[in-house]
């Protein structure tokens, strides 16, 4: 059994910075497909990053290379560092993973931004 845990969110000002964490707990392979989703109060859920089994990585066009999707495979942990935050990054970020036909989904952590 895999389970995701978010961790690194809070409350930012607008143009600062926060980096979130994604543990995986259990067995997950390196070529995972990991990603990075968030979901604004009232919005559909949105694709934030993701990273392919390739090593690929896409980013959603609202991030205009603000924010960077990483993975640690030793640590099965995949890391989103968000700069230059404002008011419209503030939504529930979830991490996701798909690994043999199987998706996983964290918890969630909030991410705030206001002055």
């Known amino acids: 059994q895999v389970q995701l845990v978010e961790s690194g969110g809070g409350l930012v000002q607008p143009g600062g910075s926060l980096r979130l964490s994604c543990a995986a707990s259990?067995?997950?392979?390196?070529?995972?497909?990991r990603a990075w989703y968030r979901q604004a109060a009232g919005k559909q859920r949105e694709l934030v990053a993701d990273?392919?089994?390739?090593?690929?990585?896409n980013y959603g066009n609202f991030v205009k290379g603000r924010f960077t999707i990483s993975r640690d495979n030793a640590k099965n942990t995949v890391y989103l560092q968000m700069n230059s935050l404002n008011s419209e990054d503030t939504a529930v970020y979830y991490c996701?993973?798909?690994?043999?036909?199987?998706?996983?989904w964290g918890q969630g952590t909030q991410v705030t931004v206001a002055s």
């Open positions: 996701f993973a798909r690994m043999s036909g199987v998706e996983y």
């Open positions: 259990g067995s997950i392979g390196r070529f995972t497909y």
């Open positions: 990273i392919l089994p390739t090593g690929n990585i």
